[in-house]
């Protein structure tokens, strides 16, 4: 069974940076597209940047793009998400995902199992 745990999280200043790592259990991590996603309160969770198993293909949204940064390290089943120049709107709680396949996507189709989220609060 895949478990996977998200850590990093905190209350930052605008402009500042925050390092997300995720930790997952199995067998199956290295075979599988691995995602960010966060959630607003009061909004929709939302896609933020994804990776494929390989760590050849990474995809973020436009709104984060040339900010964060999507990695992983398939010897200790880790995946990060490196966030810089935060702002006041990247505020959320944090989920990290695990797809079925080994190719990237950006929607929640296909992400078997997610994390249980860590909060981020990036203060004006």
């Known amino acids: 069974q895949v478990q996977l745990v998200e850590s990093g999280g905190g209350l930052v200043q605008a402009g500042g940076s925050l390092r997300l790592s995720c930790a997952a259990s199995?067998?199956?991590?290295?075979?599988?597209?691995m995602g960010w996603f966060r959630q607003a309160p009061g909004k929709e969770r939302e896609f933020v940047a994804a990776i494929s198993s390989t760590g050849g293909s990474t995809y973020y949204t436009d709104s984060v793009k040339g900010r964060f940064t999507i990695s992983r390290d398939n010897v200790k089943n880790m995946v990060y998400l490196q966030m810089n120049s935060l702002k006041p709107e990247d505020t959320a709680v944090y989920y990290c995902?695990?797809?079925?396949?080994?190719?990237?996507?950006?929607?929640?189709?296909?992400?078997?199992?997610w994390g249980q989220g860590t909060q981020v609060t990036v203060s004006s």
């Open positions: 995902a695990q797809h079925r396949r080994p190719s990237l996507a950006t929607t929640a189709d296909g992400y078997d199992y």
């Open positions: 199995g067998r199956t991590f290295s075979f599988s597209a």
